[in-house]
């Protein structure tokens, strides 16, 4: 099939490096230019919102995706009225503000931390004594990375945090977690739906910097309402696609923190733990086929290189290790490739992320150790 896919960075990349061999050709839709799809399919370089490049997408596939969650929701209704588009546009209205997203997880009886809008500086007293200190503000819209939030622990700073954030804001609890761990889900045109293992992930500064999966640990109570969320999520929503949602495990529960409308930097790693990636599974029920089993094959980690690259070289060299490089100019904070670990045991997978933890230049710094 044809596939159109808004947005062409590196998960536009990897969809199409996965959905190519399913016989599949890619048009992405992306401003900036050098996007990281570039080298696996044709780009169109327009904003999002450009409607000569809109029907030019819709002209040039059969069906549209996307791989990014912030592209406006209105050229994804758009393109609905010539094209299929998967996962439906209503997903990205229900996802792209984490008010809306905060009150689906509600009316669906998925547990969140305490929240409060915060549409006005007047309203900040009353938000604070709602959710409490420390707490966290976020804008409601485009926020990613840890960009757009700040941690905050007396009055003063919330008011400092608030001012310089602007407005259309949420106030949540810092809530003390044992863990952040994510579901990826799977959801066909047909209802059938997969979900992959949970994945415990480790983020500094806001940015996902490892994996590990399957999650170590896991209680068959955890796996089962992980796997309860998801489906409640997806069928809501009349899903098609890869649907992740991100958790906090505390106190042996599972509370929501968002979700992702498309595939996530936390199911990386099923591109060489499993036999079926996100990306693979994505493609499939964007195109009606089959779900693949999402079974892991070994324990695997993932991290991610970001800000700088390391000696490629080197990292080649160890064994057990697969790197998925995107192709991206080197900047503080952006996501420039991951190296995927695979081992036969844990013992065998944690001393080979030691060994590339060092050279990746984690292992020095002072938070804490990325293992598990
Ligand atoms: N309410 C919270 N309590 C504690 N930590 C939080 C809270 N909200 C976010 N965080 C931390 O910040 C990270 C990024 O926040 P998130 O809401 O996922 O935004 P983003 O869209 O940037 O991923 C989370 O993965 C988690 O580590
Ligand atoms: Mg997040």
């Not at 409490?132 to 939030?149: E, S």
């Not at 001012?163 to 044992?178: C, D, K, Q, V």
């Not at 990386?268 to 079926?276: K, V």
């Not at 990636?277 to 324990?299: D, K, Y």
Request: proline share 7%.
């Amino acid at each position: 099939m044809r596939i159109g896919v808004l947005g062409g960075g590196q998960l536009g990349r990897m969809l199409a490096l996965e959905g190519i061999p399913l016989g599949n050709r890619f048009t992405f839709l992306e401003p900036s230019p050098h996007p990281p799809a570039a080298a696996v399919g044709t780009v169109i370089s327009a904003p999002y919102d450009d409607l000569a490049a809109l029907d030019r997408l819709a002209d040039a596939v059969d069906v549209v995706t996307y791989e990014f969650e912030n592209v406006p929701a209105a050229s994804a209704h758009l393109l609905a009225e010539r094209v299929p588009v998967f996962p439906p546009p209503a997903s990205l209205d229900a996802t792209q503000d984490r008010l809306a997203e905060k009150r689906l997880f509600e009316e669906l009886g998925i547990p969140v931390v305490p929240y409060r809008a915060l549409d006005a500086p007047a309203e900040l007293g009353d938000a604070l004594d709602a959710v409490g200190l420390p707490a966290v503000i976020k804008t409601r819209r485009f926020g990613y990375d840890g960009k757009g939030q700040a941690v905050v622990r007396t009055a003063e700073e919330a008011e400092r945090a608030a001012t310089a954030l602007g407005l259309g804001l949420i106030a949540e609890s810092h809530i003390s977690f044992e863990r952040e761990l994510s579901v990826i889900g799977v959801r066909a045109a047909d209802g059938s739906r997969v979900c992959y293992p949970l994945t415990e992930n480790h983020h500094r500064g806001g940015i996902l910097r490892a994996s590990w999966a399957p999650a170590p640990a896991l209680t068959r109570a955890l796996l089962r309402t992980a796997e309860r969320y998801a489906a409640l999520l997806m069928d809501r929503l009349e899903y098609v696609g890869v649907l992740a949602i991100e958790l906090f495990e505390s106190n042996d529960r599972l509370v929501a923190n968002e979700i992702a409308p498309r595939v996530h930097n936390s199911g990386h790693w099923t591109l060489d733990g499993t036999q079926a990636s996100q990306f693979e599974n994505h493609i499939r029920a964007v195109t009606g086929l089959p779900l693949a089993v999402p079974r892991a094959r070994a324990p695997t980690a993932m991290l991610n290189i970001i800000g700088e690259m390391p000696d490629v070289t080197a990292v080649a060299a160890l064994p057990g290790v697969h790197l998925h490089l995107y192709d991206k100019d080197p900047r503080p904070g952006r996501k420039l490739g991951h190296v995927n670990v695979v081992g036969a045991t844990r013992e065998t997978l944690v001393e080979r992320v030691d060994r590339l933890e060092r050279l990746l230049r984690l292992a020095d710094r002072k938070e804490s150790s990325l293992r598990c």
